[in-house]
């Protein structure tokens, strides 16, 4: 693989049901030390997408890699040593605790040497990371919305893998814990992972994301940097609603406005 090729590569994704194209013909490539932000209206295809790039859904057709290896040919074990992923939510009927919902994220690595020491030290510091620790031997069903949700965050974490695909993390979060998702998925980054996340929040994407892909009724409309991504010309005609831009008071990157008025003008 050369140094420079994309770690997680799409090529012509399209993911058919029933006729319908859920995804039609998108390519992406993501490399080591990016955090790329899928957004988009509901049914534009972000979780289609990032299933696709997981290997939960083949494809209809086109191919994803990791490293240059089509994703068809790792097995289980070793596709999960490579990928980690945070669907939307998690459903769990039995009464796991939190800790051990965090701990199966060390699943693939069992019957390493060292392992059964180095899961328990990881796990403990995925829970810090995520500042679930204190509900360590909660039951897992008990927790709120945002509190699976960040357990979820640690399970991943803990899988301790060079990919990452979170699928709307801060959905269920207050403001103080959707700044701690996302400047954790930017310091994973910046230490050299492969992080792609949806993201409804349009300003917490311009916030933290290096690279942003827009995708409307299945297709890519724009894949680039954030800034010219995310851009009112952009957003306006695939949300149905125009945006100003707003600068932020610490950040070089400007805050995305609404313009609700714009809605009650489509309705006359």
């Not at 957004?39 to 534009?44: K, Q, R, S, T, Y």
């Not at 040919?73 to 939190?98: G, I, K, N, W």
């Not at 010219?228 to 831009?245: N, R, T």
Request: glycine residues 8%.
């Amino acid at each position: 693989m050369n140094q420079n090729d994309p770690i997680l590569r799409g090529e012509s994704i399209t993911v058919r049901v029933d006729d319908k194209a859920l995804l039609d013909d998108v390519s992406l490539g993501v490399y080591s030390g990016e955090l790329l932000g899928v957004v988009g209206p509901n049914g534009a295809g972000k979780t289609t997408l990032l299933k696709a790039l997981s290997g939960d859904v083949e494809p209809s057709a086109g191919t994803v890699y990791i490293d240059n290896r089509p994703l068809k040919d790792f097995d289980a074990r070793e596709l999960a040593r490579r990928r980690a992923v945070m669907p939307q939510s998690s459903y769990l009927p039995f009464l796991f605790t939190a800790r051990e919902v965090v701990r199966m994220g060390r699943a693939p690595w069992e019957g390493e040497r060292g392992e059964r020491e180095h899961g328990a030290r990881l796990t403990d510091y995925a829970m810090g990371l995520t500042d679930t620790r204190d509900y360590a031997v909660r039951a897992y069903p008990t927790l709120s919305g945002g509190e699976q949700s960040r357990v979820t965050l640690a399970r991943v974490l803990a899988q301790e893998t060079p990919i990452l695909l979170i699928d709307e993390p801060t959905a269920h979060l207050d403001l103080r814990h959707q700044h701690l998702v996302l400047q954790l998925a930017r310091e994973l980054a910046s230490e050299g992972a492969v992080v792609v996340a949806v993201l409804h929040d349009l300003n917490l994407a311009a916030m933290y994301v290096d690279t942003a892909i827009v995708l409307h009724r299945g297709q890519v409309v724009v894949c680039g940097p954030a800034q010219e991504s995310l851009h009112p010309d952009i957003l306006g005609p695939v949300f149905g609603i125009d945006f100003a831009l707003q600068p932020h008071p610490n950040l070089e990157r400007p805050l995305l406005v609404p313009l609700p008025t714009t809605l009650s003008r489509q309705r006359r």
